[in-house]
């Protein structure tokens, strides 16, 4: 079985902000490219951040470079997104998977709505 589970998720108000954790299981965590998602609704999942297998590199949408920051804790098979001065336009489902994506199935995400 591989498993991310995405939490951290909840209202946040304009200029908050809010860190997001995936927990990931697997045998590959450790030298996979992980990325964070996201998808607002009736719009496409787009990319949001990435980060290679031991975080020296990482990688930003520009909508979101300088206020996101992705990292990874590998002796836990965990990624992390912290997300600061946010913008009711972050209202997202935000999910991790590798990157570049797979065929293996994505989660349920978690949700983050940000208010005005």
């Known amino acids: 079985q591989v498993q991310r589970v995405e939490s951290g998720g909840g209202l946040v108000q304009t200029g908050g902000s809010l860190r997001l954790s995936c927990a990931a299981s697997?045998?590959?965590?450790?030298?996979?490219?992980m990325a964070w998602f996201r998808q607002a609704p009736g719009k496409e999942r787009e990319f949001v951040a990435s980060i290679n297998w031991s975080g020296a590199s990482t990688y930003y949408a520009d909508s979101v470079k300088g206020r996101f920051i992705i990292s990874r804790d590998n002796a836990t098979n965990t990624v992390s997104l912290q997300m600061n001065s946010l913008k009711p336009d972050a209202t997202a489902v935000y999910s991790c998977?590798?990157?570049?994506?797979?065929?293996?199935?994505w989660g349920r995400g978690t949700q983050v709505p940000v208010s005005s």
């Open positions: 998977h590798s990157a570049p994506p797979t065929s293996a199935a």
């Open positions: 697997g045998r590959t965590f450790s030298s996979a490219t």
